[in-house]
C-alpha cells in the first residue's frame, strides 16, 4: 500500500521568495514519485516525476524536487516564486513496479499563495 | 493543454439517477484513468481501462462502472446516484499503464447530485 502525506494545507510565500512545499511519502515498494499543479477550473499538470534516475528531479516553471529515501521525503522547491505560481500542489506516489502501479495515489493537496 | 477533453463540463443530477460522463484520450495513448475529486481533497483513482480491458480498479462500488471504446475514449458511469457523488471527475489518459507513463488530466467535469 501506498500514502502521501503533505504537510501543510497552505503556504503563503511572497512574489520573488523561495518556495517550499513539503511531502512525505509510504510505498510498500520502491516507489515512483510526482508533483502536479493544479490552478482553478483547469487540469492537473504535471511539474515533474521520479522514476529511480537521479534523485534531484528538476521540472517545470523552475521547480525541482529531491528524492531522499532515508526520509521519505520528496519536497518541491522553486528559488523565487512568481504570481503566476499561485495554485493547488499534489504529491503523487505510485510503486515502481508490480501490483498498483498503475493506481496515482494523491496527497490531500497545498494550496499555494502568492502575496504581491 | 492536454489533448484530453471530457465532456459535458458541469452536469446537475438528482439522488437516484444515472450518469455518464465522456471522455477523449491525447492521441496515440491507449490508456485511460478515471479519479474522483472531492471539494477539498486529492483526487481518489476509480479505475484504469488499457486497450479495452479494465486494468485495475480503486476502492469504489460496483454502480461505477466504465467502457474504453476501440478509438481508446471512455465512458464512466455512475448509477444509482447519492449525495456523496458530487466531485469533480478526471480522467487522464497515457500510452501505457504503468508508473512510467505519464498520465496527462482532462479538465474534469464538475458533478451536483441535489
Known amino acids: 500500500a501506498q500514502s502521501v502525506t503533505q504537510l501543510d494545507s497552505h503556504v503563503s510565500v511572497s512574489e520573488g521568495t523561495p518556495v517550499l512545499l513539503r511531502c512525505n511519502y509510504s510505498?510498500?515498494?520502491?516507489?515512483?514519485l510526482f508533483w502536479y499543479v493544479q490552478h482553478p477550473n483547469k487540469g492537473l499538470q504535471l511539474l515533474l516525476k521520479?522514476?529511480?534516475?537521479?534523485?534531484l528531479v528538476k521540472g517545470i516553471n523552475g521547480f525541482e524536487a529531491e528524492f531522499k529515501k532515508s526520509e521519505t521525503s520528496f519536497h518541491l522547491t522553486k528559488p523565487s516564486a512568481h504570481m503566476s505560481d499561485a495554485a493547488e500542489y499534489f504529491c503523487?506516489?505510485?510503486?515502481?513496479?508490480?501490483?498498483?502501479?498503475?493506481?496515482?495515489?494523491f496527497g490531500k493537496g497545498t494550496k499555494l499563495s502568492v502575496i504581491p | 493543454e492536454t489533448g484530453v477533453t471530457q465532456s459535458p463540463t458541469h452536469l446537475i443530477k438528482t439522488r437516484g439517477q444515472q450518469v455518464t460522463l465522456r471522455c477523449s484520450s491525447q492521441?496515440?495513448?491507449?490508456?485511460v484513468s478515471w479519479y474522483q475529486q472531492a471539494l477539498g481533497q486529492g483526487p481518489q483513482f476509480i479505475f484504469q481501462?488499457?486497450?479495452?480491458?479494465?486494468?485495475g480498479r480503486g476502492n469504489f462500488p460496483p454502480r461505477f462502472s466504465g467502457l474504453q471504446f476501440p478509438n481508446y475514449s471512455s465512458e464512466l458511469n455512475v448509477n444509482a446516484l447519492e449525495l456523496d457523488d458530487s466531485a469533480l471527475y478526471l480522467c487522464a489518459s497515457s500510452f501505457g499503464g504503468t508508473s512510467t507513463d505519464t498520465q496527462y488530466f482532462g479538465p474534469g467535469t464538475r458533478l451536483t447530485v441535489l
Open positions: 492521441s496515440g495513448h491507449n490508456t
Open positions: 521520479y522514476t529511480s534516475a537521479a534523485t
Open positions: 481501462y488499457y486497450r479495452e480491458e479494465e486494468n
Open positions: 503523487v506516489v505510485t510503486p515502481l513496479y508490480g501490483a498498483g502501479s498503475y493506481q496515482l495515489t
Open positions: 510505498s510498500s515498494y520502491s516507489p515512483s
